[in-house]
């Protein structure tokens, strides 16, 4: 299984980023998606979470309102559309794949590298 993650970058707080997560390496149809994020000298944090065949969705409270996780079950993507951003919101951002749909980071069994996303202030 291979995770790609993109799309962070610098924003001001308010704006907008999406993030794109591409898969590949097996059929994901069974599998729970999901976004995590980790702060400098914090420890890795859930954000939202897919069941890519029946679309349930997960999200932390801190980001409810603000995120949406989808899939593009042709394109094997993964996306997160991050509106009002704040600057606490500022992580490195890692998409994961599991067989559970679970707002636990460590209960996802793949991961990709990670997208940094800095909002200033």
């Known amino acids: 299984v291979q995770l790609q993650a993109s799309g962070g970058g610098l924003v001001q707080a308010g704006g907008s980023l999406r993030l794109s997560c591409a898969a590949s390496?097996?059929?994901?149809?069974?599998?729970?998606m999901a976004w995590c994020r980790q702060a400098p000298g914090k420890g890795r944090e859930f954000v939202a979470a897919?069941?890519?065949?029946?679309?349930?969705?997960r999200y932390a409270d801190s980001v409810k309102g603000r995120f949406t996780i989808s899939t593009d079950n042709a394109k094997n993507q993964m996306y997160l559309q991050m509106n009002s951003l704040k600057p606490e919101d500022t992580a490195d951002y890692y998409c994961?794949?599991?067989?559970?749909?679970?707002?636990?980071?460590?209960?996802?069994?793949?991961w990709g590298q990670g997208t940094l996303v800095t909002v200033s202030s």
């Open positions: 994961a794949a599991g067989r559970i749909l679970t707002s636990v980071p460590t209960h996802y069994d793949y």
């Open positions: 897919i069941a890519w065949s029946r679309g349930d969705t």
């Open positions: 390496g097996r059929t994901f149809s069974r599998y729970a």
